[in-house]
């Protein structure tokens, strides 16, 4: 909605991009660890959600209340724990999560296909 605005700088594009490029590879990443086993590695992907959550917070900060902001932390405080990333990518840990981390990596995978992402 704020790209559509035209309601960023050209320092807030730029870092847009970067957003765009980190989602990305977290997206590919993901898609690569549920898809073959034995390959997640819960630290890698912390790091680059982190990241992620690090660059879209401060592009968002200027332009979103503090609600809005506060949103993001939320989301990001659960899908960069530990305990939600094992139950995901550890097979046999949770199987319902795994079920539906399947349905999230088909979609993604669409996304990916449309250049959506």
Same mark, same amino acid.
């Given at each position: 909605m704020l790209q559509r605005g035209e309601k960023f700088s050209p320092? $807030? +594009?730029s870092s847009l991009i970067q957003?765009?490029?980190n989602l990305r590879t977290i997206t590919m990443t993901l898609?690569?660890?549920y898809q073959v086993d034995h390959t997640y590695d819960r630290?890698?992907?912390i790091k680059y959600l982190t990241e992620l959550e690090t660059l879209l917070k401060n592009l968002i900060s200027n332009h979103l209340? $503090? +609600?809005s902001v506060g949103?993001?932390?939320q989301i990001f405080g659960v899908v960069k724990t530990p305990e939600f990333l094992?139950?995901?990518y550890v097979p046999k840990k949770n199987s319902?999560?795994?079920?539906?981390?399947?349905k999230v990596v088909s979609d993604l995978n669409r996304c990916l296909e449309a250049g959506i992402l």
């Open positions: 320092q $807030d +594009k957003i765009q490029k898609i690569s660890f630290n890698f992907v209340t $503090d +609600k949103r993001v932390e094992d139950s995901v319902e999560m795994r079920e539906i981390m399947g």
